[in-house]
């Protein structure tokens, strides 16, 4: 089963932006100084604006992120701590980053309902509101193997 976004008149495949350093997928407003895997040009769309983590059967939606508080480890596409600052920022430890949770200024809408809590499983024809923006779901089923 494979699990599309609607953004913009683009497909993009959710499994496909997974990777061994990255089991998340972050969606915010375009920034220089904080890294989403999926961003938007809007300034309508937090920055935190919603993460999407893989579920027992498929994926979920929540509404903001786990950001680790390094200034400059926010930035690093792995989301972990760079070192760069040689540990003289926030973070005590940073080859151990502290993470903490990062609210969007607007909630993000699953169909037209605030996300709460843990998030909520996908299901095709969802439809996500982020600031003025919709994404629409798409879940492929798997074929069976012809005979």
């Keep these: 089963m494979k ?3 609607m953004i913009d008149g683009r497909r993009i495949e959710l499994e496909g932006l997974l990777s061994r350093a990255r089991t998340i997928v ?4 375009s920034s220089e100084e904080i890294y989403n895997v999926l961003t938007m ?3 309508t769309v937090d920055v935190f604006q919603c993460q999407f983590v893989t579920a027992e059967n498929g ?3 929540q509404n903001g992120q786990w ?4 200034p400059k480890g926010i930035r690093s596409r792995l989301q ?3 070192s760069m600052c040689r540990g003289c920022c926030v973070n005590p430890r940073p080859a151990h980053p502290v ?5 969007p200024e607007h909630p993000t809408l699953l169909n ?3 996300l709460k809590g843990e998030g909520t499983e996908l299901q095709d024809g969802d439809v996500l509101q982020v600031g003025n923006r919709k994404v629409v779901v798409e879940i492929e089923k798997d074929r069976p193997p012809l005979k």
């Design 67 to 70: 950001r680790t508080e390094c």
């Design 41 to 43: 040009e809007d300034e």
């Design 99 to 103: 993470y903490s949770w990062r609210m």
């Design 112 to 114: 037209g309902k605030a």
């Design 80 to 82: 972990h701590a760079c």
């Design 59 to 61: 994926w979920k939606v």
């Design 26 to 29: 972050t969606l915010g407003r």
């Design 3 to 5: 699990t599309y976004l």
